[in-house]
């Protein structure tokens, strides 16, 4: 029998016979990067101004979930593209970037939308790579 704890702080009692796999991140978390696209009008500050507050409220919000305060790296500029974006990190426990993301999304769009209403669904993006 074997006795883990899990992310909630509760205890698990394993049997030998189900555990079929085990795996570890190096880091304990996966990196998920948010780039955020500039809206056309919007200063690249007043931009910075509105993603880091709101990641802050995330990370507050899934305090369980999201391991370490939100890294901000500022504008960017996208080639060949022509635009500009923020880039923006969160580390969640893996296997719950999926818990997170959606709200990220959505606190975008809603917080660029109220500056921008142009501003589209796919103008935010979020990749997860392993930390």
């Known amino acids: 029998m074997r006795i883990v704890n899990n992310f909630l702080g509760q205890t698990v009692y394993l049997p030998n016979r189900t555990i079929g796999t085990v795996s570890r991140h190096r880091s ?31 990370r507050k919000q899934f305090g369980a979930i999201v391991l370490a305060e ?14 500009r974006y923020v880039r923006a990190t969160l580390r969640p426990w893996p296997g719950q970037q999926s818990t997170v993301e959606p ?29």
């Open 28 to 58: 304990g978390c996966i990196r998920m990067y948010v780039d955020v696209q500039v809206p056309p009008g919007m200063e690249d500050d007043a931009l910075v101004e509105v993603i880091e507050p709101m990641l802050r409220g995330v």
């Open 70 to 83: 939100p890294e901000v790296f500022g504008v960017r500029d996208a080639e060949p593209g022509g635009w």
């Open 103 to 131: 709200v990220v999304r959505q606190r975008i769009l809603a917080a660029l939308r109220q500056r921008s209403p142009d501003y589209q669904d796919w103008m935010p993006g979020v990749t997860n790579r392993i930390a």
